[in-house]
């Protein structure tokens, strides 16, 4: 889990975005091992990531398209307490 991931760097997001599709294209394709970075690895079927995003505050950015692809948005609020009761 990435907490605040849209407060990294744009150039380091990239990067990140490359990764993440690394592995999660060895899943689709249901392999057991990838070469990562250089390195032999084994990948576990239950692999996931997050990520979480406080959008609108100073010193934000938007994520890159490569990277908004791979995940999936959900958002959340503080509920109206007083619609529920």
Known sequence: CFDEFNRIDLEVLSV?????????DGLRRGL???TFEGS???LV???SSFITMNPGYAGRSELPDNLKALFRP???MVPDYAMIS
């Open 74 to 76: 959900c958002a959340m």
């Open 45 to 47: 079927k239950g692999f």
């Open 40 to 42: 032999d690895i084994p």
């Open 32 to 34: 057991k091992r990838i």
């Open 16 to 24: 990140i975005a490359q990764q993440i599709l690394t592995l999660s």
